[in-house]
């Protein structure tokens, strides 16, 4: 195997943590023979989870699931896109093909504008300080997630940093408190994913541990970086 | 057609109909593979309230991407565990579980399974080879490989748990799915 092919297998086996599985997550969004090789293992493993046993979930969570579906601003657009995207792809069948324009037509007084592929990730190098330490973040539009990867910091005890992404207008909008030497992951609510864009400058401040305290003012800014398209 | 195949061919339908933003065939796939993909989550995060979370992650997310699943390439019953897996793999890998690894608790409780989603999932042959392909491999290959698979264990939490270096345990692995994966293209 080659060392792409490794890192797929260990990938799909779920066995990377910090900047290799960075590096994964970065591969599935940008390389398609990457995320092949990923699905042969997924796809040639899957029988095995027939081993693990059902297991009844609480009878509210049908409706925890419908609530939050419904509660999503933007979640209609958010579907519509998808959809509109399946029914390009179904279209190309043939079985698919009639229906596939009566929903394209249906779709089209919406406005929706067809992307034609996924957005890829956002990602920004942050240098801290005059040190050659640089905090990693990553934003996968797909899945409105962000990853921080603070792996060669280290907690003094005393600080925490937060990260402030900085919209063209208004408040800073929290993105978090940094965990030196960890990587994190975190799901972003819609409205602040939306800001995020190639050029979306952040900013990261020293706080008290735990992040800057309701109604003070955040702390010294200590880094700056913006994101941009890879 | 047998009832397995017919169970198939309804999620098929039913995940189909999701992808075109019917509501009703979410409930449907939901009540169809909630007991499989529960345990799925379960298993890997070892607590019922973090599982539950993931739970509802992957179906809230499945509604916002059914178009993912191509109902030409993949059996949906498979194709959905590997999604929870996944998630419920991503959640552990975010920091923000405390796991206290309690997957026997799990399979003791649950032990009855899904006998519907049992027998739906994925064709006999596949199911063969890998467990023939993973019978080939050293014990110790295959245990970590099971380890990381099943429990979501990273290289450091398998080399703690061996007593083994970092370094041992990748070695081990890579080899180990460097055999496995000669072995499932039909190689061996």
Redesign the interface.
Known sequence: ?TER??LA??YA?????GED?LAGRGLMAAEPEFAAMVAFW?????????????????EA??A??VA??EAVPG?EV???K??V???Q??AA?AAMAA?GSV?LLVLQPASTPAPTALPGPLVASIPIGDTPLRLGVTYLPDRKEMLVSASGLTADGVHDHELWLVPPEGELRSLGVV?PG?????ALDSETAALIRDGAQMVLTREPIGGKPDGQAAGPVVAEGAFATI | MTAADTARERLKGAMVRL???DRAAL?EV?RAT???L???C??ILGDRKE??DA??DV??NL?????RF?P?R?SPI??L??FA??RA??RL???RVQREAAPLE??A??????PL??AM??DAE??A???HCLGQLEGYQRDN??A???D?????E?AEAGGVPLGTMKSW??RG??RL?TC?EGAE
């Open positions: 195997m092919d490794q297998a260990e086996l779920g066995l990377l943590e599985l997924e796809g040639r493993l899957a029988p095995l989870l027939d081993e693990i046993g059902g297991a009844v979930p609480d969570l049908w925890r699931i939050e579906i979640g958010v579907s519509l998808a959809r995207r399946f029914w792809r179904a069948g229906v929903a965990v960890r990587e994190a992951s975190m | 992808a075109a933003g409930e939901y909630s007991v499989k529960f345990g799925i379960y298993r599982a539950e739970l509802q179906y809230v509604w916002r991407r059914a178009d191509d030409e993949a498979s194709w565990a590997v897996r996944n793999i991503d890998r975010s920091g799990a399979a409780e649950v032990a009855d399974a899904a989603a049992e999932l994925i596949r199911t080879r890998v467990h490989i099971r990381a698979f099943f979501g264990r990273t290289y450091a398998l692995i890579r799915m460097q994966k499932l």
